[in-house]
């Protein structure tokens, strides 16, 4: 099966840095990359996502890189602010339309001071 | 869009009893959904895959006699734990994909929180 790995496990950045969290996956099948943000108590909340027809995507402050020969992908989150201090996580699935099922990396606790 | 909600959002049960986990997608509808569990501190690891209408597919090594999953209608799924046990003390999170939304797009409910005694 699936197998994503992920690092940093822990990240610190000042305020108004970037950081960079990294995946690599192991099946060639998976197409399919979200990423999510988890906030203490809370469900996890999609903040952006990349198919494998597509190298990189961008949403305001974030983006996410993929690299399908090499098999890792990327976030990248500009700018940083205190409320973008949370769990991150990354996922990969085959995409195969409504059964697909999420593989989930073991998640970066990103933490922005002041 | 795409909200997901469960109920309840916590919970505290003794050892022994059973307990039910509503999952619902409030403004889509949702052929598919998902049941994850969350160790503090950890991943969340996929529990069983749910569609409307028909038996859900369990992971390996999760037990379907003990999490009793039914989902009778394209807005809701539920999770019922029986017999609880403490080891069983875990934060339960759904998911689900819109009918005739963005293909495999999971949206996440906000997970209840299980505590038994």
């Known amino acids: 099966g699936e197998n994503v790995e992920q690092h940093p496990s822990t990240l610190s950045v000042q305020e108004g840095d970037s950081a960079v969290i990294k995946c690599t996956y192991s099946d060639s099948a998976s197409n399919y990359f979200p990423w999510y943000k988890q906030e203490l108590g809370k469900g996890p909340q999609l903040i952006i996502d990349?198919?494998?027809?597509?190298g990189e995507k961008k949403d305001q402050r974030i983006a996410v890189t993929l690299n399908k020969t090499a098999k890792h992908f990327s976030l990248h989150i500009t700018e940083t602010q205190p409320e973008d201090s949370a769990v991150y996580f990354c996922?990969?699935?085959?995409?195969?339309?409504?059964?697909?099922?999420?593989?989930f990396g073991t998640g970066t606790r990103l933490q922005v001071t002041l | 869009g795409a909200v997901v909600s469960q109920h309840p959002s916590w919970v505290i049960c003794k050892s022994g009893t059973s307990v039910k986990i509503e999952c619902r997608s409030l403004d889509f509808q949702a052929t598919t959904m998902f049941w994850y569990r969350q160790f503090p501190k950890q991943s969340l690891m996929l529990m069983a895959t749910s569609n409307e209408g028909s038996k859900a597919t369990y992971e390996q090594g999760v037990e379907k006699d003990k999490f009793l999953i039914n989902h009778a209608s394209l807005t809701l799924s539920t999770l019922t734990v029986t017999s609880a046990h403490p080891e069983d003390s875990s934060f339960y999170i759904c998911?689900?994909?819109?009918?005739?939304?963005?293909?495999?797009?999971?949206?996440f409910g906000p997970g209840t929180r299980l505590t038994v005694l």
């Open positions: 998911s689900a994909i819109s009918a005739g939304g963005v293909p495999d797009t999971q949206y």
């Open positions: 996922a990969a699935s085959p995409g195969t339309g409504t059964a697909s099922k999420l593989t």
């Open positions: 990349i198919r494998s027809n597509v």
